[in-house]
């Protein structure tokens, strides 16, 4: 299992569309992605389940990747945090 | 004449005659089903073609209103792929036996309302995105064909409320302008209207279906509508709204000419923003730069000091999007008018005269150095300036290249590639202007800020109304300062631009482009009126007196 810690950085928080990107990068991987918050979680590939997170710029997330290809989503995931959010 | 008001999305005026539209009534059944399968295939058909719809609708507004407004469409394309809300529709049928109309009325509303609960605004209205995609998915299971709205001529479109989907699909070509009861200045329907330069009115309350057929006014500058206007009004308003279309077909046909005057001198004209999301702007309004880019919104819009990467993303951003253009940025210009709390600055007796912009940068230096690595990083992706405010001194400026050298020296330490940029000094006081000649020597270019140059050389606070009668923003001694500035930097081997109010003020870009000027950096909506008034003058032409 991989772990990332990423705190948003984006003045919008997560927001529709650059979710709706996420969502469907992860969705190329087989791996199972959770994203917690608090004591919340939910299935990182259910667009309206992450955006019914709320998670605002400063939120600090933490995601849990486990599968066969865990490392090349972890990585792609992270790239795609950085680059949008 | 009735007279009806509301709110305006747009200064325009439409006149032409209303077209009342009223959705169709539907009912939808609760009788139970008895072919489980066949249901939960018409819902499955229903939903992708509702994506194939929202699809193509993101295409049609891509063209009609730009990327920026279309990526509603896309987003709802996405959320009826969303695994959740599939599955709650289909259980519904599955367990409860009822038609796919109802089961997706109850699934998709009880979704809206998880959105309409958050706290966070911008969440809340995504309620509207989740109704819009039932009522598309809605129309195919009743087979409704939604491009039936607007009748056979042209009209002003009179309706309760419209979805995003709804106003998209709108043919332009009969459609005149748009009121409707409900909506907000900052729906997308608001905003898809406004980048369609349709005008419109919300939060009409008198809109009624009496008006169908009427003739009627849509004043966008008043935020009204006349239903069955008076002869006079008619004419006055129409004279109003061809002066207003001729001027916008102007604007339109200026669109990637080049800022050349008569006698063949070609200037730049570039465009002043205040953040990344201004980038848009520069683009519609076809500037050919941007003269100052404003950094402050870096620290502004956050809470503690910002990172280097956070910083190092919004430059890379404006930089690499209006590649290979050139993006002229000011390094941080805090202080004076422009506080920030986190930065604990120290209350002064005369803040204009205090320790701001550059001064403040070089008391905190690491502050300072993580704002210029940030830059030069940025400098590879693009077509980078990097610009300096207040200076008045060759030390000063001579210690912020210092400074960028450091700081490129450990980011080479980092592996971090530095690309090419060009340095730039704003000059913003008397004494900048007086030295402007040692200045252009050390640096590639000068921007006159005009505001704080003409404050300092007047000693006038410009916020202060009681001075106004003694203010003359043409002032022979600015305006001396603007040539004398522009001589200099031309003999020291600099251009130099405008950035300040003074740049789109249309009656002295003759006496500018005399003087030599090389760029005009102006608010995005004064570049194709200022490219307009470049084209007309002839500087082979004695200039007039004024």
């Known amino acids: 299992m991989k772990e990332i810690e990423f705190t948003v950085n984006d003045p919008n928080g997560i927001h529709a569309r650059p979710a709706g990107v996420l969502v469907k990068t992860l969705k190329t991987f087989s791996s199972n992605v959770t994203i917690f918050k608090g004591d919340k979680n939910v299935d990182m590939k259910k667009l309206l389940a992450l955006m019914g997170m709320g998670i605002k710029q400063g939120d600090t997330v933490k995601i849990q990747i486990e599968g066969d290809d865990e490392e090349a989503c972890a990585a792609e995931l992270e790239k795609s945090l950085k680059e949008n959010f | ?546």
């Open chain 2, 1 to 546: 004449m009735q007279v009806a008001t509301g709110k305006s999305v747009l200064n325009g005026i439409a006149i032409g005659k209303i077209k009342v539209y009223t959705p169709p009534k539907v009912v939808i059944s609760e009788k139970l089903i008895d072919d489980v399968e066949a249901e939960l295939a018409r819902f499955d058909e229903a939903r992708e073609k509702a994506i194939d719809q929202q699809n193509a609708l993101y295409e049609k507004a891509v063209i009609d209103a730009g990327e920026d407004s279309a990526e509603v469409f896309s987003v709802h394309a996405m959320m009826l792929e969303d695994d959740d809300l599939i599955d709650a529709t289909k259980a519904i049928i599955q367990t409860q036996k009822h038609n796919a109309e109802y089961a997706v009325k109850v699934a998709f509303n009880n979704q809206a309302r998880v959105f309409a609960e958050m706290d966070d605004p911008y969440m809340k209205e995504r309620s509207a995105d989740i109704y819009d995609i039932e009522q598309a998915v809605l129309n195919v299971l009743f087979g409704i064909d939604p491009e039936s709205m607007q009748g056979t001529e042209p009209a002003i479109l009179v309706a309760n409320d419209l979805t995003p989907s709804e106003t998209v699909r709108l043919d332009k070509s009969l459609l005149l302008g748009i009121i409707t009861r409900e909506g907000s200045l900052n729906s997308h329907t608001a905003i898809l209207a406004r980048s369609m330069g349709i005008p419109a009115l919300v939060q009409c309350g008198d809109v009624a279906s009496k008006w169908d057929g009427k003739t009627a006014i849509l004043d966008g500058y008043n935020a009204c509508a006349y239903i069955e206007p008076t002869e006079d009004l008619m004419t006055s308003l129409r004279n109003k709204r061809d002066a207003d279309l001729k001027q916008k077909a102007l604007l339109q046909e200026l669109k990637g000419q080049s800022n050349t005057t008569i006698d063949g001198k070609t200037i730049k004209v570039y465009a002043n923003i205040g953040g990344p999301s201004d980038i848009g702007l520069v683009q519609k309004n076809d500037a050919g730069g941007v003269g100052l880019f404003r950094s402050e919104f870096v620290y502004l819009n956050s809470k503690d000091y910002p990172s280097e990467e956070e910083q190092f993303n919004a430059y890379r951003l404006a930089v690499e999007s209006l590649a290979p253009k050139q993006v002229i940025i000011r390094t941080c210009d805090i202080g004076a008018d422009k506080q920030v709390d986190y930065m604990n600055l120290t209350k002064e007796e005369n803040p204009a005269m205090g320790c701001r912009a550059i001064r403040l940068c070089l008391t905190r230096r690491d502050f300072f150095k993580t704002q210029l690595k940030a830059l030069l990083r940025a400098s590879a992706y693009g077509n980078l300036g990097i610009m300096f405010p207040m200076i008045i001194s060759t030390r000063e400026l001579h210690e912020c290249k210092e400074l960028l050298q450091e700081c490129t020296e450990e980011l080479q330490k980092r592996d971090i590639s530095v690309g090419n940029y060009s340095i730039g000094v704003m000059i913003e006081t008397p004494a900048a202007v007086m030295i402007a000649d040692e200045l252009a020597e050390e640096c590639d270019f000068l921007s006159i800020g005009t505001n704080d140059l003409t404050q300092y050389t007047l000693a006038i606070d410009r916020q202060n109304a009681a001075l106004d009668p003694f203010l003359n923003t043409h002032h022979p001694a600015v305006l001396r300062e603007i040539k004398m500035t522009i001589e200099a930097g031309h003999r020291h081997g600099a251009w130099v631009g405008i950035c300040g109010e003074l740049g789109s003020d249309l009656t002295l870009t003759e006496t500018f482009l005399r003087y030599g000027v090389d760029e005009l950096s102006v608010n995005p909506v004064s570049i194709l009126p200022l490219r307009k008034v470049i084209r007309g003058i002839d500087l082979r032409k004695e200039p007039e007196m004024k």
